[in-house]
Structure formats: C-alpha cells, structure tokens
C-alpha cells in the first residue's frame, strides 16, 4: 500500500510572511509547480527501475493554497479530488513545540508534548487513517495534498518520534509504503517535475 503525501504550491504567506493570513493563496510560481505536478504525474512517471507513479484517488486540505494547488492535479489525473477537514494545516509553529537537545551528540530528552501539539498529531492520525481506508478500499495508491507541518507531522507518526524534523519544498512528493507490517519512507522530497529554479520551500 502506497500513500502519496504532496505539499501545496508556494503561497502568498510563504513570500509576504503576513503572519495574520493562514489562509493563503499560491503565487503565480505556487500556480506553476502545481500544474508541473500534475502533468508529472499524469504520464505515470517512473520512480525507479521497477515502480512507476500511480494515483488512484486524491484527498485535499479545505485551505486555499492546497485546493488551488489540486485543481491542475485533478485535470490531469481526470479525477474529482475529495476535501478532507483533517488534511488542514496547523494554525501555530509545530516546530515550537518539538523536542530538542543542545548537541547532536546528546540523547533527546523526555519531553511531554504540549496540548496543541498532542491534539494535532491526533488530527494527522485521522488524516493517514483516512488515506489507508481510500488505498484498502480502492487497491490503489492514493494522494493527499496538504501542508509541510501535516505531512511532517504524520511522517512522524510513521517513524514512531517526535524528535525529527523534515524540511518540505513546494509540490514535493513524499512516498509512504505499508509492506512487511511497518511503514517504509520511500521518497522523501521528489521533485523530478520541477526545474531547479522553481523548487521552493
């Protein structure tokens, strides 16, 4: 079983850092990494030597940088994304509220994770339990298209700790894969669609 996990394209808020808009549209470039993604994707792309890109459906935060960002995709996959309330992004800065150390010589501490965080990691659970439901019912490989604290967040869940961070560009495509009875982190950051010049973060 795979789970596809796309950020959204560049938003406004990315370039602007108005503070006050988590509601973000994409920018004219944000518009263009998701129309590549699309096209990518359309031509079943390969991965590797064995395995190519298959979408059999697409789950989308309600946010308006990821909703933008699934129309290109939806044309081109010819498929009618579904909009998913647990895909939306965190209103707060989840990398505040992670565990760290002073050195990478030093073991995390303990920590116990703060009441926002706790409730958005149980939001992220929703969100991948939804994903896997799509990809049993269907027997195909689904999409969610959300937001780089959502998808590291569940990434974490899958890895079983808090204590790691994961830096998302714009209309990357990160590859879960259930096999063996544990998740494997296939691909993280693919962005074969898009020139050098227009990978964002």
Request: proline share 5%; charged share 20%.
């Amino acid at each position: 079983m795979k789970i596809y996990l796309a950020r959204h394209g560049q938003s406004r808020w990315q370039v602007e850092r108005d503070d006050g808009d988590w509601n973000s549209p994409l920018t004219d470039l944000g518009q263009r990494q998701a129309q590549l993604l699309g096209t990518w994707l359309a031509t079943n792309a390969k991965l590797d030597s064995e395995s190519r890109v298959e979408i059999g459906c697409v789950r989308v935060s309600p946010l308006k940088r990821a909703q933008q960002t699934a129309v290109p995709i939806a044309e081109a996959l010819n498929c009618i994304p579904q909009t998913d309330a647990y895909l939306r992004e965190a209103e707060f800065y989840v990398s505040e509220h992670l565990p760290s150390a002073d050195s990478p010589y030093q073991t995390i501490p303990a920590y116990k994770p703060s009441n926002t965080y706790t409730g958005f990691k149980q939001q992220a659970q929703a969100a991948l339990y939804a994903l896997v439901a799509d990809a049993e019912s269907s027997g195909q490989p689904v999409l969610g298209i959300a937001h780089g604290g959502l998808i590291s967040t569940m990434l974490r869940l899958a890895t079983g700790s808090d204590a790691v961070s994961f830096w998302l560009y714009n209309t990357s495509l990160n590859v879960l894969e259930w096999k063996r009875g544990r998740w494997h982190l296939i691909h993280l950051n693919l962005w074969d669609h898009l020139p050098p010049a227009w990978r964002t973060y």
